[in-house]
């Protein structure tokens, strides 16, 4: 079965600081793709980031980046300097699973 | 046009109504999905679409009908529905199903059963 869990429900973080939000999954295949997304409260669900898995390198987008460890089937999410604007949930959804969600995590992020 | 668009934004219906939700894409996307999202929670996968074909229907019960008439568009048929409906209903589309790109979401139907 290819599953995917997000053990950490809630998280806050004070403005400017750093958080990480993890993400395990699991699959057998060993070419695919790993997405983060976010829902802000009353928004549109959109895409933050991706990881190729073939690909060592960690993708990174502004302050958005992510420490994947293919072995480990982890896929966290870090967000630096974080911001108001990043309050949201975060969803782990990779398209192996077809687009089925983790369970999510809130972020609060605190002026 | 990177758009998924839903219609309605809200829709009240009483239990014995019948009503459809609508969802179109323009990005030449093959694949559809619809998802019931309540407060807090992950959307839950309800149905996948796939070149027009129905994928995948995770034990929907009966009274959600799903209808992807073209490539474009997917309607989701609601009839007889309980108050444990009222949720936020999103439609997703992406290139393939299990492909490299990433799901487009619309801005979701508000639906409450009254």
């Known amino acids: 079965a290819q599953t995917v869990t997000q053990s950490q429900p809630e998280m806050s973080v004070q403005e400017a600081e750093t958080v990480t939000l993890s993400c395990t999954y699991d699959?057998?295949?060993?070419?695919?793709?790993l997405f983060w997304y976010k829902q802000p409260p009353s928004r549109q669900m959109i895409l933050v980031i991706r990881?190729?898995?073939?690909?060592?390198q960690n993708a990174t987008e502004n302050r958005f980046s992510v420490n994947f460890q293919k072995a480990a089937k982890s896929f966290s999410l870090k967000i630096s300097d974080s911001q108001l604007g990043d309050t949201a949930m975060y969803f782990c959804?990779?398209?192996?699973?077809?687009?089925?969600f983790g369970a999510g995590t809130r972020l609060t992020v605190k002026p | 046009d990177t758009e998924v668009t839903q219609t309605p934004k809200h829709l009240v219906m009483g239990m014995t109504n019948k009503k459809s939700l609508k969802c179109e894409q323009h990005m030449g996307h093959r694949a559809m999905y619809w998802y019931k999202q309540k407060a807090k929670k992950p959307p839950e996968l309800m149905f996948v679409?796939?070149?027009?074909?129905?994928?995948i229907n995770e034990s929907v019960p009966s009274r959600f009908s799903p209808e992807c008439p073209n490539s474009s568009l997917l309607n989701l048929h609601l009839h007889a529905l309980q108050p444990e409906d009222s949720a936020l209903y999103l439609c997703a589309s992406s290139q393939e199903r299990g492909a490299s790109t990433e799901a487009f979401f619309g801005q979701g139907t508000r639906l409450t059963v009254v």
């Open positions: 990881q190729e898995a073939y690909k060592q």
């Open positions: 679409y796939s070149y027009e074909k129905l994928s």
């Open positions: 959804a990779p398209p192996f699973a077809d687009m089925r």
């Open positions: 699959t057998s295949e060993s070419n695919y793709y």
